[in-house]
DNA sequence: TGTTGTGAATCTCTTCACAGCT
DNA sequence: AGCTGTGAAGAGATTCACAACA
């Protein structure tokens, strides 16, 4: 019902307006939020309308509430668990990433083929081995998969993490996953977000800049 | 004139067609590139229309001879030289990421304000002070840059890589940057990323699964 | 006056459907 | 028969423009 696309701009407005709490700011305009989002106003207003959300036309909107309220509409309620298949570079720097874990949003455990990593803890994170993916991820409710291995055993990590439970996966393999339908998958191409800026640098035809 | 989205699919399109020509593949049809992408068949074949290429009612398209037709249309014939700004632990899984340097496509430089790091080589790749950025980048012929600094100074890295005559950045940095309109910039934020999907395994409503 | 909330218009992208070819 | 190439229809997303309100 709410696009796909209206969340992920949600996601980021969210951020900003947690970034805006910091510096004590109590309310702010569809305008300056849209500008801080790289959008346009009517674009914020839309949005905040996907999810029912009112402001004043005097005061504009209140920068917790709306944070807030923004928060129990894409937050699991429940949490949501993440594991990472493959701990090499990439899936490393992921953990790294979200080593400040949100409170809604926690990674649990990473997965991993290598007898070095295996038992070790990695930016905080055990490793396990990638061997026991199915049992040890539905014993710790996992429900969001990152998969960072290489594209040739993509799909069987994705296999695996279906058997599990999981029902979302943020792919970084620069593989097409085969998953049921009930699955949501994010590809994360970072061969193709490279060629595009690529062709973007070439045809000095530059569209306007829009988010990935 | 062609979209983003075409580009960005014409570049998944040769990825699967150069795999296609290691398994000695000749030709194929819309219906079957489209499967591997994750697409549709007329899309395959819109993408195709746009790049004015044709393949035959009875062959389908000539494997080879289309992945070269797309490299030429979206390669940049005098070449891409990318410049990562920021050597931590995602910009370092960016530089092995691309280790396997495409002929149209390299990575010449890598920059950093970690004294260590600086005048090292890094997954083959130089590191140099970040304080030398525009007269290093513009000395190397550097267009494209990929920002990996935290959120912080993203902006400023942001600013330097155009003095220094980019006109492509790619952006892992949580912010969205403003730059001047002849550049374009693709944002790949891993925070919304994550959060899109979590927000898709919480709502068992799941859309089709797509491209980030 | 300046803002929000939103129907209507517009623009963009995707899918349909079929003529034309082999 | 089965495919490609493509005009036309359809869906989706964005922007416009303005009523309602402080």
Redo the contacts between chains.
Sequence with gaps: ?VS?KT??RL??YR?LLTGLLDENRRNIFSRELAS???GTAPQVRRDLMAIGYSGSPSKGYDVADLAESIGSF?????G?F?AIVGA???G???M???EDRRP??TLVAAFDNDPKKIGSDICGLRCYDIADLEAKASRLGV??G?ITVPADTAQEAADTLVSAG?????NFA?V??R?P??????????????????????S?????????
Tied chains: 1, 2.
């Excluded at 999981?166 to 943020?170: D, Q, T």
């Excluded at 339908?181 to 070439?202: I, P, Q």
């Design positions: 019902m796909e969340i992920g996601s980021l951020r801080l989002a790289g894409i937050d699991n309620p429940g949501t993440g090499g570079n990439l490393r720097a992921i790294a990433y979200f809604r949003l429900n969001l990152v999981v029902s979302g996966i943020l620069p097409r996953l998953v339908d009930s699955v949501y998958v994010e590809h994360v191409d970072l061969t193709t977000s490279m060629e595009k800026v690529a062709y973007f640098v070439r000095s035809a530059t569209p306007k800049a829009r988010e990935a």
